[in-house]
């Protein structure tokens, strides 16, 4: 089964307009950490935000955000105020607990371009 | 800080020849290093786990033999693609996680490189 799942492979959005990403994970850990990334088209992987599976509020870094909700296992990223830099590449990730080391598991991505 | 640097960035070779791909952490020691390969729009395949001082553990499906991981330091990982084809022409990317990175309860996890473009001809 898929650990991580991100069903749309490519979205559109208007500068300056709202999207959101999204992601569902599977896992019996009750212990796990979220993470989105984003890929240009350089090929770096740059970390934008982190959820915690305890952590009791949605995660928020600037413009993302990540809609965490734990019951239905999804973990959404929210893009506000979209800019055209932000076109890339975008990866959710999931790391389990300890047994597992500090692997992560990634989803299929989501392309994401912003149109002016 | 927790920068991780890949050397060379790009690599063209010929079919038959070995490629050696270098991965560094800058400015931390990193316990853990992974090796990944991604082909164009897909995800990040995670090849293999390397510990210092220990044997790498290759993801199933990964040629051992093929995929040669060294991690002689705390700073320094090496994937040597030998006897290379056109079928592993792709990016390859590591990571570094640190010694403070210990728990799943923490956003510090895996610092990424840059990546290297292969190109096998």
């Known amino acids: 089964a898929q650990k991580i799942t991100q069903t749309q492979p490519g979205m559109f959005v208007q500068e300056k307009e709202a999207v959101t990403l999204d992601c569902t994970y599977d896992t019996s850990d009750p212990s796990y950490g979220l993470f989105w990334y984003k890929q240009p088209s350089s090929g770096e992987m740059i970390f934008l935000i982190y959820q915690g599976s305890y952590d009791q509020q949605n995660a928020t870094e600037g413009r993302y955000s990540l809609n965490f909700q734990k019951a239905r296992k999804s973990a959404n990223l929210v893009i506000s105020a979209s800019q055209l830099g932000d076109s890339a590449m975008y990866f959710c990730?999931?790391?389990?607990?300890?047994?597992?080391?500090?692997?992560?598991?990634f989803g299929a991505g989501t392309i994401l371009r912003v149109k002016s | 800080g927790a920068v991780v640097s890949q050397h060379p960035s790009r690599v063209i070779c010929k079919s038959g020849t070995s490629v050696k791909i270098e991965c560094r952490s800058l400015?931390?020691?990193?316990?853990?290093m992974f090796w990944y390969r991604q082909f164009p729009k897909q995800s990040l395949m995670l090849m293999a786990t390397?510990?210092?001082?220990?044997?790498?553990?290759?993801e199933q499906g990964v040629e051992k033999d093929k995929f040669l991981i060294n991690h002689a330091s705390l700073t320094l990982s090496t994937l040597t693609v030998t006897s290379a084809h056109p079928e592993d022409s792709s990016f390859y990317i590591c990571?570094?996680?640190?010694?403070?990175?210990?728990?799943?309860?923490?956003?510090?996890?895996?610092?990424f490189g840059p990546g290297t473009r292969l190109l096998v001809l």
């Open positions: 990730a999931m790391r389990e607990g300890l047994e597992y080391g500090n692997k992560l598991v």
């Open positions: 990571s570094a996680s640190p010694r403070w990175a210990s728990g799943a309860s923490t956003q510090e996890t895996q610092y």
């Open positions: 390397s510990n210092e001082g220990s044997k790498a553990t290759y």
């Open positions: 400015d931390f020691q990193a316990t853990t």
